[in-house]
Structure formats: C-alpha cells, structure tokens
C-alpha cells in the first residue's frame, strides 16, 4: 500500500534533548511539508522540500531542522532551541508543490 | 496577511441530518486553491474536498458538497445524510501563489445517533 509512514506515534524527552522525527513515503512524490498543530489551532507549516537536497523554512523553522537526502525521506530534529516543543507534528508529501497534501499519522512529541 | 477564518468551532448534529460548515478566507489574489480536511479522533489528516477559484461549478464528492462564494471570500462545506463516522476535526485551507497552505482553527463536528 502506498502511503506516509510517521514514527514513532509517541516520543518523550528531557529538556535540553535533541530529538528526530522519521517521515518516509513511497508514493513518489517529490514535494514534503512538515506541519505542527497545537490544540485550537490550525496547522503551522515548518519546513517543506520541493526536491531532494533543497528545502525550505516555512513560517515557525526556528528551533527545526531537516534533510532530504532521499526522495522518499524527509526527517525533522526538534533541537534544545525550540522553546516550546511538545506538540502534535504532522508530516506531507505531495506530487510537486502546489498538488493537494495527503498526511501521515503524525508524531505526538513531548518534552519535559 | 492571508488569513482563513472558521467561526464555528464547534458543532452537533443529529445522525442522518444535513450539516454546514462555515469558512471564510481574506486573499487579495484571484488564482488559488481551497480545500477541507477532516482529521477524526484518530487524527489522521484526510483530505474531503477541493475547490479551483477559476472554476465556478462546486466540488462535490459523494455526501460532500461546497458552497464557493469567490465574490464573498466564502467556502462552505455541506455534509449531507451525516453519519457516525464523519465525527472529526475539519480544516479549511487556502493555497496561496506560493503553494503554501493556510489553515483555519477547525471546526469540531459531532454526530449523534
């Protein structure tokens, strides 16, 4: 089946850490968004990727980070420098930019 | 800035009525996208329905149907025959020229049975 893989669905860490959310698709799309959703919001785009090896900050990068070295692949790091962390990270892929999105499962991150 | 406004955040109906959801936008562009989403308690995000600016038809899939009102900034989603299973989160997002989306609060839907 084709589709958007997100691990792990729960992630806790400590304050300080620096912490890796996997995204994997195999649709074949080349464009990749990453979304942070907090309660009574709307989604909040952080980084996107049109192409392997190019990406993006979208409007809340400050604390992020990702690569994209593979087509398929499209990691976040939550760094120490993002203030506010815990939340829920939603991941997308569409054909090219501009295509509508389709989501994976999403991470729920907690730091403490 | 563009912005999407979903001025009900939350709403219940009974199963098998006909429900509205409301969703205004602020663009000053003329070309661009608008689409729901539904995210149930699963909170998976799936994506309902899309709608093309330049097209003057309605979308509709299925139960699913829009009112796009470009003159008023206005895209209604209609649900109708309403069942158990549409209970979730929906998302009004607007695309701008840059291809980024911009997304409402959610309106919280609840259907009874």
């Known amino acids: 089946d084709g589709g958007i893989t997100q691990s792990p669905k729960y992630l806790f860490r400590k304050e300080g850490q620096n912490v890796t959310l996997s995204c994997e698709q195999n649709?074949?799309?080349?464009?990749m968004y990453w979304y942070r959703q907090d309660p009574g919001q709307g989604l909040r785009l952080i980084y996107y990727s049109q192409i392997v090896n190019d990406f993006q900050k979208g409007d809340i990068a400050e604390g992020y980070s990702v690569s994209r070295e593979k087509k398929e692949s499209f990691p976040l790091t939550v760094t120490s420098a993002q203030k506010n962390p815990t939340a829920f990270y939603l991941c997308?892929?569409?054909?090219?930019?501009?295509?509508?999105?389709?989501f994976g499962p999403g991470t729920r991150l907690t730091v403490t | 800035a563009q912005t999407v406004t979903q001025s009900q955040p939350e709403m219940s109906v009974q199963e098998a009525e006909t429900v509205t959801l409301s969703c205004t936008y602020d663009?000053?562009?003329?070309?661009?996208?608008l689409f729901w989403y539904k995210q149930p308690p699963s909170r998976q995000m799936i994506l309902v329905i899309r709608?093309?600016?330049?097209k003057q038809q309605n979308a509709t899939e299925n139960r699913f149907s829009v009112n796009f009102q470009k003159a008023a900034k206005s895209f209604s989603l209609k649900i109708s025959d309403s069942q158990l299973g549409d209970t979730a989160m929906y998302f009004c997002a607007f695309m701008d020229s840059n291809y980024q989306l911009i997304w409402g609060a959610g309106t919280k839907l609840i259907i009874k049975p």
């Open positions: 649709l074949n799309h080349d464009a």
């Open positions: 709608q093309e600016a330049y």
């Open positions: 997308a892929s569409s054909i090219v930019q501009g295509w509508e999105q389709y």
């Open positions: 663009t000053s562009e003329s070309n661009y996208y």
